[in-house]
């Protein structure tokens, strides 16, 4: 499959779309190896003097820092609101460049900084970098493929989730910032087309594609024994999902063995809540729940201003 993506694919959502690849790509025209000339201007993510103020500018090559920027942050906040640990990553779809994306070097979201991320083919091959990449990358590239929607991307291994990845219990939204997981979750097992002797992980890009056949329009994929990847319009949003996807699992686990009949959110329920105003990315409430987590995470000096702050 080789399945290209649209370069107008998604509509711009919001001042920074909270991070979409689509909201800026009105920039102009980068080099390919845009991200290793953004590499100097980083600054120590843990330099509170260094006020990231410019990148609040019209949309410039400044952009694509931006976009680095809060990769790092979502990263962080994976890490530290316990979505994932040594293992699990995040990307997003290269601003400029639909068929690469953006994702950190082989390190711990928790130790990721600037200077760790990486552009990659949509292949997973890396662009201008010889640093030991994750071998599990290729989940991010499948999807980036076969959906030209998606422009943010989770994989990790929470074990609340990893019970209904082994169980013939469905996993539901059961609770309201539960229905960001959507109302179909499907479980991916790798052994149904690479046979029973896999290690399980999504080691090359045959593997990514058919994992992204299985989540096909859903939002989030739980893979058999083995954790989730969940993907959304913009970094935001993926962060959101990802952070809320093992709570809800918890819930869901918790109510299951009180013993009684579980009540699963409606589809309209999960309709009116996913696609409601004021849970947009850049609304308020969005840009509260990102400032919370990243000043929580230690790294909100990433952030550009908030506008009226
Ligand atoms: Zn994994």
């Known amino acids: 499959m080789s399945k290209k993506s649209n370069r107008c694919a998604s509509p711009v959502i919001g001042r920074r779309g909270f991070i979409t690849a689509a909201s800026l790509a009105g920039a102009a025209a980068l080099t390919p190896s845009v991200v290793a000339e953004a590499m100097p201007i ?20 400044s952009d694509v820092e931006l976009a680095i920027r809060y990769l790092v942050v979502a990263n962080r906040i994976l ?73 943010a991307v989770v994989h990790a291994h929470s074990e609340e989730v990893l019970p209904f990845s082994i169980s013939t219990t469905k996993l539901r939204p059961v609770i309201h910032d539960g229905a960001f997981i959507g109302a179909e979750v499907p479980v991916w097992d790798i052994a149904d087309k690479f046979g029973p002797d896999t290690d399980l992980l999504v080691s090359n890009i045959a593997q990514g594609r058919d994992l992204a ?45 009180l013993g009684g009949k579980v009540k699963p959110l409606s589809k309209g ?38 506008p009226g702050k």
């Open 42 to 61: 980083a600054p120590d993510p843990t330099n509170k003097a260094a006020a990231p103020s410019k990148l609040v500018a019209d949309a410039t090559s």
């Open 79 to 151: 890490a530290h609101e316990n979505v994932v640990d040594a293992y699990g990553h995040v990307s997003m779809r290269h601003p400029l460049n639909p068929e690469h994306y953006l994702l950190a070097r082989s390190r711990s979201p928790e130790q990721v900084e600037i200077g760790d991320i990486v552009e990659y083919t949509l292949d997973g091959e890396p662009i201008n970098d010889t640093r030991p990449p994750y071998l599990e990358r290729f989940i991010h590239g499948g999807i980036y493929a076969a959906r030209p929607d998606i422009h």
């Open 213 to 257: 056949r299985r989540l096909a329009g859903n939002s989030m994929v739980l893979m058999r024994g083995h954790g989730f990847a969940a993907a959304a319009p913009s970094l935001y949003e993926v962060v959101r999902l990802a952070v809320y996807a093992p709570k809800n699992a918890h819930v869901f686990q918790a109510a299951l063995l």
């Open 269 to 306: 329920e999960i309709a009116t809540r996913v696609g409601g105003p004021s849970l947009k990315p850049d609304t308020p409430a969005a840009m509260r729940a990102w400032e919370y987590w990243a000043r929580r995470a230690g790294v909100a000096d990433l952030l550009p201003p908030r």
